[in-house]
């Protein structure tokens, strides 16, 4: 079945590490983004990627990073510079070609704990 | 400052009546709005969609209406189904897609049996 998967699901780590992110796609699509979701508040853009090899900064990229070396995967990495790391993480993936607008495919969320 | 916002964070219904969440913006530069669902501990699904060239969009139980003027959209239920119950984004887009996806906080739809 194609989809998105991220992993894990939950995720648990002491105040001060690196902890990276898994999100992987194979829909084919060129698109792949990174949300955050805080109680009481819509997803806020943290990175998005439009082709491989290259990726932009959202809203609320300071403390994160991502790389995109491959179409199927766009992980995100919360450093240890990133304040309030704890919060729900959505991966999504979209694709341009065929209409001007497409809607976001979303993965099923990794839930970031930091103790 | 929110450029899509939902005022109401919660939204009760009787299984069977019509739900109406609402969605406001600021941006006039938005041209294509989205609705998403989402359950706990879940990924948001895409729901339905309206470019701004229509002021209405039906698929099903599903309707999405867009007031330009009042920069206002609404999305309709009917009839609401306990299944229903769940959170709602209402999200915009402005020319290029993806980086100009703008979400809503959310309206949690409770759809009472």
């Known amino acids: 079945d194609g989809g998105i998967t991220q992993s894990p699901k939950y995720l648990f780590r002491k105040e001060g590490q690196n902890v990276t992110l898994s999100c992987e796609q194979n829909l084919n699509h060129d698109a792949m983004y990174w949300y955050r979701q805080d109680p009481g508040q819509g997803l806020r853009l943290i990175y998005y990627s439009q082709i491989v090899n290259d990726f932009q900064k959202g809203d609320i990229a300071e403390g994160y990073s991502v790389s995109r070396e491959k179409k199927e995967s766009f992980p995100l990495t919360v450093t240890s510079a990133q304040k309030n790391p704890t919060a729900f993480y959505l991966c999504a993936s979209s694709t341009p070609r065929l209409a001007p607008h497409n809607e976001q495919f979303f993965g099923p969320g990794t839930r970031l704990t930091v103790l | 400052d929110q450029q899509v916002k939902q005022n109401s964070p919660s939204l009760s219904v009787q299984e069977g009546r019509i739900s109406i969440l609402n969605c406001d913006y600021t941006n006039s530069m938005f041209d294509y709005f989205l609705w998403y669902k989402k359950y706990p501990a879940e990924g948001p699904t895409f729901l339905i969609s309206i470019s701004s060239i229509k002021d209405k969009n039906e698929d099903g139980r599903f309707t999405v209406f867009l007031n330009k003027s009042a920069k206002h959209l609404s999305l309709h239920i009917v009839p609401s189904q306990p299944g229903d119950s769940a959170v709602y984004f209402c999200?915009?887009?402005?020319?290029?897609?993806?980086?100009?996806?703008?979400f809503g906080p959310g309206t949690r739809l409770s759809v009472l049996p």
């Open positions: 999200a915009a887009s402005a020319g290029n897609y993806g980086q100009n996806f703008v």
